[in-house]
């Protein structure tokens, strides 16, 4: 049996805690607690998973109500950055990205495909020039120096999609020797680069395919694709990936669910 999880570091909330937040401001006592542990999360202390302090510790540290650290910890609830445990406490969260990207594709005739991660073939891993555009997007200055890989992806022997993906070289060195084939990157990226992915962006577009994709993906070129890009942020809103995929028009379907 797995022992309890013990809550992150208390340190920080004595005595920098109370002098974190300034009663004088017109920034409501909410916003800057929920801000304070934004930062707490973006700096490592608190990290993925971890159990943060309670609501009755965080109102002692800080000499304010119950009640306004619970209005700042529901609103990280609905941002996403921590998830709430009934009976345990609050955790840091954990973004599931399992689905992400291929809930716009068919993988096949059935659903047979459901669960199943899909198989990458790389084609190129290393350092490359970026695009004037992604090297905008990453912040990676004039050299435009990133790591690239471009790959394809696969469900039950069909190529489904066409992927360059950009990484800054000073958080992402020696991925290049990483064996990706049958794993998902946002695990990797968190567990050996210590850079988990918190929230991302796409821009869906309708495109021909070009000469290239019509060699990987098997399609006739000037055939329809849906072309997804992404930008992918960790902690702090800081950008660490960007990603142009291209998938097989035949097989697109758009889902969106709104609660």
């Not at 406490?89 to 199943?116: I, N, Q, T």
Request: net charge positive; charged share 25%.
């Amino acid at each position: 049996m797995n022992p309890s999880p013990t809550p992150g570091s208390f340190s920080s909330l004595s005595p920098r805690g109370k002098s974190g937040l300034d009663l004088n401001s017109y920034v409501p006592l909410y916003q800057q607690l929920k801000e304070w542990m934004k930062k707490e999360i973006a700096s490592g202390t608190w990290k993925t998973g971890e159990m943060i302090p309670s609501e009755n510790e965080l109102a002692v540290a800080f000499s304010i109500s119950p009640g306004t650290v619970k209005k700042a910890l529901s609103e990280l609830v609905r941002e996403g950055v921590i998830a709430r445990r009934r009976g345990k406490g609050s955790f840091v969260a954990r973004p599931d990205f399992r689905r992400s990207l291929f809930r716009f594709f068919r993988h096949g005739s059935g659903a047979g495909f459901e669960g199943v991660l899909p198989v990458s073939r790389v084609l190129f891993s290393g350092s490359a020039k970026a695009p004037a555009k992604v090297a905008t997007a990453l912040h990676l200055g004039r050299s435009r120096a990133c790591i690239r890989i471009t790959r394809v992806r696969s469900l039950g022997g069909t190529p489904i999609m066409f992927e360059h993906i950009y990484l800054p070289p000073d958080r992402f060195g020696g991925i290049e020797t990483v064996d990706i084939s049958k794993e998902l990157l946002y695990p990797i990226y968190e567990s050996r680069f210590g850079t988990p992915i918190v929230w991302a962006e796409e821009f869906l577009e309708p495109h021909l395919a070009s000469a290239e994709v019509e060699r990987n993906l098997g399609i006739r070129q000037g055939s329809p694709v849906i072309y997804i890009e992404r930008i992918a942020y960790t902690f702090g809103d800081v950008p660490v990936e960007f990603r142009c995929s291209t998938g097989r028009g035949d097989r697109f379907r758009y889902h969106i669910e709104l609660r």
